[in-house]
Protein backbone atom coordinates (compact mmCIF):
# COMPACT_ATOMS: atom_id res chain seq x y z
CA UNK A 1 0.00 0.00 0.00
CA UNK A 2 1.30 3.57 -0.47
CA UNK A 3 1.13 6.18 1.92
CA UNK A 4 -1.79 7.53 0.87
CA UNK A 5 -4.09 4.38 0.99
CA UNK A 6 -2.63 4.23 4.76
CA UNK A 7 -3.50 7.69 5.40
CA UNK A 8 -6.97 7.16 4.33
CA UNK A 9 -7.29 4.09 6.08
CA UNK A 10 -6.34 5.65 9.24
CA UNK A 11 -8.53 8.56 8.68
CA UNK A 12 -11.25 5.36 8.21
CA UNK A 13 -10.55 3.73 11.17
CA UNK A 14 -10.39 6.69 13.43
CA UNK A 15 -13.69 8.63 12.55
CA UNK A 16 -15.37 4.66 13.00
CA UNK A 17 -13.61 4.61 16.67
CA UNK A 18 -14.47 8.16 17.84
CA UNK A 19 -18.22 7.68 16.47
CA UNK A 20 -18.70 4.58 18.65
CA UNK A 21 -16.65 5.90 21.56
CA UNK A 22 -18.55 9.42 21.22
CA UNK A 23 -22.18 7.73 21.17
CA UNK A 24 -20.53 4.99 24.04
CA UNK A 25 -19.52 7.88 26.12
CA UNK A 26 -22.57 9.81 26.21
CA UNK A 27 -24.89 6.45 26.86
CA UNK A 28 -22.56 5.94 30.03
CA UNK A 29 -22.57 9.88 30.96
CA UNK A 30 -26.73 9.91 30.20
CA UNK A 31 -26.81 6.59 32.81
CA UNK A 32 -25.13 8.78 35.67
CA UNK A 33 -28.06 11.23 36.11
CA UNK A 34 -30.18 8.93 36.87
CA UNK A 35 -33.86 8.10 35.77
CA UNK A 36 -36.43 10.68 36.02
CA UNK A 37 -40.21 9.84 36.77
CA UNK A 38 -43.23 11.16 35.72
CA UNK A 39 -46.79 9.36 37.23
CA UNK A 40 -50.43 10.34 36.28
CA UNK A 41 -53.12 10.22 38.46
CA UNK A 42 -56.22 10.33 38.37
CA UNK A 43 -58.20 12.15 41.47
CA UNK A 44 -61.54 13.06 39.60
CA UNK A 45 -64.75 12.05 41.43
CA UNK A 46 -66.17 9.83 38.42
CA UNK A 47 -65.10 9.04 34.58
CA UNK A 48 -61.89 7.99 32.87
CA UNK A 49 -58.61 10.30 32.29
CA UNK A 50 -57.78 9.94 28.92
CA UNK A 51 -54.15 11.39 28.29
CA UNK A 52 -51.54 10.26 25.58
CA UNK A 53 -47.74 11.56 26.26
CA UNK A 54 -44.74 12.07 24.42
CA UNK A 55 -41.10 13.72 23.88
CA UNK A 56 -39.62 14.22 20.57
CA UNK A 57 -38.03 10.39 20.46
CA UNK A 58 -40.76 8.71 22.18
CA UNK A 59 -44.85 7.98 21.96
CA UNK A 60 -45.99 6.56 24.93
CA UNK A 61 -49.37 6.33 23.58
CA UNK A 62 -52.88 6.47 24.54
CA UNK A 63 -53.84 5.68 27.64
CA UNK A 64 -57.01 6.14 30.29
CA UNK A 65 -57.02 5.96 33.93
CA UNK A 66 -59.90 4.53 36.20
CA UNK A 67 -60.13 6.99 38.81
CA UNK A 68 -58.36 6.72 42.16
CA UNK A 69 -55.64 5.09 39.80
CA UNK A 70 -52.57 6.03 38.53
CA UNK A 71 -50.11 5.19 35.30
CA UNK A 72 -46.30 5.90 35.17
CA UNK A 73 -42.86 6.34 32.67
CA UNK A 74 -39.38 6.86 33.49
CA UNK A 75 -36.66 7.76 31.43
CA UNK A 76 -32.70 8.94 31.33
CA UNK A 77 -32.73 12.82 30.17
CA UNK A 78 -30.58 13.62 27.01
CA UNK A 79 -27.01 15.02 27.95
CA UNK A 80 -27.35 18.22 26.55
CA UNK A 81 -30.27 19.32 28.28
CA UNK A 82 -32.71 19.07 26.19
CA UNK A 83 -35.53 16.97 27.34
CA UNK A 84 -39.07 17.27 26.71
CA UNK A 85 -41.97 15.48 27.72
CA UNK A 86 -45.33 16.89 27.08
CA UNK A 87 -49.00 14.85 28.04
CA UNK A 88 -52.47 15.76 26.48
CA UNK A 89 -55.09 15.53 28.84
CA UNK A 90 -58.89 15.47 28.10
CA UNK A 91 -62.17 13.99 29.96
CA UNK A 92 -66.07 14.83 29.50
CA UNK A 93 -67.23 15.34 33.44
CA UNK A 94 -71.15 13.72 34.29
CA UNK A 95 -72.59 17.20 33.16
CA UNK A 96 -70.75 15.97 29.66
CA UNK A 97 -68.99 19.72 29.70
CA UNK A 98 -65.29 18.23 27.78
CA UNK A 99 -61.81 19.17 29.53
CA UNK A 100 -58.58 19.53 27.32
CA UNK A 101 -55.24 20.47 28.86
CA UNK A 102 -51.93 20.36 26.87
CA UNK A 103 -48.65 20.25 29.81
CA UNK A 104 -44.94 20.41 29.77
CA UNK A 105 -44.97 17.06 32.11
CA UNK A 106 -41.25 17.44 32.21
CA UNK A 107 -38.28 19.97 30.81
CA UNK A 108 -34.69 19.38 31.36
CA UNK A 109 -34.36 23.26 31.74
CA UNK A 110 -36.99 23.78 35.01
CA UNK A 111 -36.64 20.25 36.59
CA UNK A 112 -35.41 21.71 39.95
CA UNK A 113 -38.08 24.32 40.42
CA UNK A 114 -40.53 21.76 41.23
CA UNK A 115 -39.52 18.73 43.03
CA UNK A 116 -42.86 17.49 44.08
CA UNK A 117 -44.37 17.09 41.06
CA UNK A 118 -47.97 18.64 39.38
CA UNK A 119 -51.30 18.66 40.73
CA UNK A 120 -54.10 20.13 38.33
CA UNK A 121 -57.03 20.38 40.06
CA UNK A 122 -60.66 20.77 37.89
Known amino acids: MNQRTISQFSIFWLVII ?5 SGAFTVVS ?7 VRIFNELD ?3 LFFHCKSKD ?6 NLQPGTYWEFS ?5 FGTTLYFCNFWYTNSSKIKFHAVFDV ?7 LNKRGWTILI
Open 46 to 48: NGL
Open 31 to 37: KLFGRNY
Open 58 to 63: DDLGLR
Open 18 to 22: LTFGI
Open 106 to 112: YRESTKF
Open 75 to 79: FHQRV
